[in-house]
């Protein structure tokens, strides 16, 4: 990644909780500066304190980027203090879910680049994965520029419209929730048939994990997967007649989780 651009001018990072932490770490680690980074956080880490950024410290004035990881709440107090960077020269990039493009443009201008993005949780380990989209200012180098800095806490995908990214959020961005409470439901499930709950929490964790990894990694589909490992009439093929249930199983539950988080992320997203 080449970040002369940056290092030249700058990155603000606004807040730094876990997940602007995560992106850091990344950063760092692929050779970017720690001196041209700016943290504003009102209650910055101790890990953030070591690691060389100028923390809450007076702003350059044309950053080549500012980087917004606040919670949706605290949006409305912290933008209006970087409304002076805004009319163009300095991109913003957003990861705070449920605040719209257009709430940008209202304090920033319409002339300034903005690229919205939603990545997810396993960005902390560097397995996440985002999806962004820019408002009409924000041209192609832009959009590269964004897709680096992110490419740092996992993939990156861009998306067409905006009215997407509700969806993209109750697939990517509330899913990994999901697949939690799934291994927490797995495991106790193995639980009431005999296992020791400490044993059944490792089998489902690795078995999770396992799946995940062979379903991105393999060529074939998640669905010829299932059916790979689908001997008839065997154990696999009992579970999956109950999971696989059209009224009662995963289709059915699974469409109703990912239209509750997206019905709510668009209610976030009027405010």
Same mark, same amino acid.
């Given at each position: 990644?080449?970040?002369?651009?940056?290092?030249?001018?700058?990155?603000?990072?606004?807040?730094?909780?876990?997940?602007?932490?995560?992106?850091?770490?990344?950063?760092?680690?692929?050779?970017?500066?720690?001196?041209?980074?700016?943290?504003?956080?009102?209650?910055?880490?101790?890990?953030?304190?070591?690691?060389?950024?100028?923390?809450?410290?007076?702003?350059?004035?044309?950053?080549?980027?500012?980087?917004?990881?606040?919670?949706?709440?605290?949006?409305?107090?912290?933008?209006?203090?970087?409304?002076?960077?805004?009319?163009?020269?300095?991109?913003?990039?957003?990861?705070?879910?449920?605040?719209?493009?257009? #709430?940008?443009?209202? $304090?920033? @201008?319409? *002339?300034?680049?903005? =690229?919205?993005?939603?990545?997810? &949780?396993? %960005? /902390?380990? !560097?397995?996440?994965?985002?999806?962004?989209?820019?408002?009409?200012?924000?041209?192609?180098?832009?959009?590269?520029?964004?897709?680096?800095?992110?490419?740092?806490?996992?993939?990156?995908?861009?998306?067409?419209?905006?009215?997407?990214?509700? #969806?993209?959020?109750? $697939?990517? @961005?509330? *899913?990994?929730?999901? =697949?939690?409470?799934?291994?927490? &439901?797995? %495991? /106790?499930? !193995?639980?009431?048939?005999?296992?020791?709950?400490?044993?059944?929490?490792?089998?489902?964790?690795?078995?999770?994990?396992?799946?995940?990894?062979?379903?991105?990694?393999?060529?074939?589909?998640?669905?010829?997967?299932?059916?790979?490992?689908?001997?008839?009439?065997?154990?696999?093929?009992?579970?999956?007649?109950?999971?696989?249930?059209?009224?009662?199983?995963?289709? /059915?539950?699974?469409?109703?989780?990912?239209?509750?988080?997206?019905?709510?992320?668009?209610?976030?997203?009027?405010?």
């Amino acid at each position: 990644m080449d970040f002369s651009t940056i290092a030249e001018r700058g990155l603000v990072l606004l807040g730094c909780g876990k997940m602007g932490s995560a992106m850091l770490a990344g950063w760092l680690q692929r050779g970017l500066p720690a001196a041209s980074v700016w943290v504003i956080d009102p209650q910055p880490s101790d890990w953030v304190m070591a690691q060389g950024v100028r923390v809450n410290a007076p702003l350059p004035e044309r950053p080549a980027i500012v980087l917004v990881a606040v919670k949706p709440q605290m949006m409305g107090a912290a933008l209006p203090a970087l409304a002076a960077m805004g009319g163009g020269g300095t991109l913003f990039v957003s990861v705070a879910a449920g605040t719209p493009i257009a #709430a940008f443009e209202a $304090v920033l @201008g319409k *002339g300034t680049p903005i =690229v919205r993005a939603m990545p997810n &949780t396993p %960005a /902390a380990i !560097g397995r996440g994965i985002t999806a962004l989209i820019g408002n009409e200012t924000a041209g192609p180098d832009d959009l590269d520029l964004a897709e680096a800095l992110l490419s740092a806490v996992g993939q990156v995908v861009r998306i067409e419209d905006e009215a997407q990214m509700d #969806a993209v959020t109750g $697939v990517s @961005g509330s *899913g990994p929730a999901y =697949v939690f409470h799934l291994i927490e &439901t797995l %495991a /106790a499930a !193995g639980a009431a048939q005999g296992l020791p709950a400490d044993l059944a929490m490792r089998l489902a964790k690795a078995t999770v994990a396992g799946a995940g990894a062979l379903a991105e990694a393999a060529e074939a589909d998640p669905a010829q997967l299932r059916v790979n490992v689908t001997s008839p009439n065997g154990t696999t093929q009992a579970a999956l007649e109950v999971l696989m249930d059209e009224a009662n199983g995963f289709p /059915a539950l699974l469409d109703r989780a990912v239209a509750a988080a997206t019905a709510r992320s668009r209610e976030l997203s009027r405010g």
